[in-house]
Each structure stands twice: as structure tokens, then as C-alpha cells.
């Protein structure tokens, strides 16, 4: 008898035990989802297709984002903004808007909100390294690579490598 309550005990310590594992489980995919489903801003110093350019980006509901270009000096101070199918364009004292579908499908802009803001369910592969997660996917026809800081979940780099693309990213915050 004693030996049967003792094994009982080591078997519900297992599975006890075993439970503890599982839930220190990260569960990164949904993770990783949270995050760009959530409001923020950062500074992004962007190479696309031998291009540069910075730009300040606020990404407000579920994909409204605005960037408002420090650089090159030839884009300074324009400010384009995407809600929904919606984009506005403004530019020393001038506006425009327009339709998402004016803009083309690789332009830098359209491929950064796609990345940031699209529906991702299923379609990313997250990796788990040691201090950083590397989220990758692809979307209209372009493979890229989403850098988050495994701690904070802070973006760190958008990276589109079929178009020798990189945005570095600086002061991230989230703002919900």
C-alpha cells in the first residue's frame, strides 16, 4: 500500500511538475501578433532599393499609420498618412488624397504598412533567439523579416531582403 501511495504522489508530482513547464511556455506567434495589433511610434532611418530616407511613424487603430519624412532634404516635411483605403499626402502646403490603390504595391511606404498593420494569422514563422524574436512572412509577392526585442517586444528592424530593404528602428514606444 505504501508503495502504491508513493508512487501516486511521484506521479502527481510529475504531472504536476509537467504543468509548470507548459506554462512557462512562450506562446510567441500570438505574441508577436499582440504587438502589431497594438498603437505606437518610432523613427525609422529606411534603405530601400539603394534609397534613404527618415521618416517619423505613428501607427494609430488597426492600420492607420503616418509617416512624416526628415530626410532626404528633398522629402522633408512630407507627411503621408494611410487610413484604411484611404492615403492623404501632404507636402509644403499642398494636399492630396488619394486611394490606397494609387500607390504601388512595392513602394516602400505600402509594403512597411502592409508589414506592420496586415492580418497575420498564420502566415508568420517567429524564431526565438536569445534576445531577440525574428518574425518572417510574406505579403504581396515580398518576403520580409520583423526584429522584436524578445524582452519588450519593441520592433527593431523591418527587413524586406528581396529589395535590398531595411528599416532601422529608434525610439520605439507604445502609445496604447
Do not use: H, N
Not at 529589395?163 to 507604445?174: A, K, R, T
Request: aromatic share 8%; hydrophobic share 40%.
Amino acid at each position: 500500500m505504501k508503495r502504491w501511495i508513493a508512487a501516486l504522489a511521484a506521479l502527481l508530482l510529475l504531472v504536476g511538475g509537467c504543468g509548470k513547464l507548459r506554462d512557462q511556455v512562450t506562446d510567441y506567434d500570438a505574441l508577436v501578433k499582440e504587438t502589431l495589433a497594438r498603437e505606437y511610434t518610432f523613427t525609422g532611418k529606411m534603405t530601400y532599393d539603394g534609397t534613404q530616407a527618415e521618416a517619423k511613424f505613428t501607427k494609430t487603430g488597426a492600420a492607420d499609420i503616418t509617416a512624416e519624412f526628415s530626410a532626404p532634404e528633398a522629402l522633408s516635411g512630407l507627411v503621408v498618412t494611410t487610413a484604411g483605403e484611404e492615403v492623404k499626402v501632404q507636402f509644403r502646403g499642398m494636399d492630396v488624397d488619394l486611394s490606397a490603390y494609387t500607390l504601388p504595391t512595392q513602394s516602400a511606404l505600402t509594403l512597411l504598412r502592409e508589414i506592420l498593420t496586415g492580418e497575420k494569422a498564420g502566415k508568420l514563422t517567429v524564431k526565438a533567439e536569445e534576445e531577440q524574436l525574428v518574425a518572417s512572412g510574406s505579403i504581396l509577392l515580398t518576403t520580409y523579416e520583423i526584429v522584436f526585442d524578445k524582452e519588450t517586444m519593441e520592433v527593431q528592424e523591418v527587413r524586406i531582403p528581396s529589395l535590398d530593404g531595411v528599416v532601422e528602428i529608434s525610439d520605439f514606444s507604445f502609445t496604447d
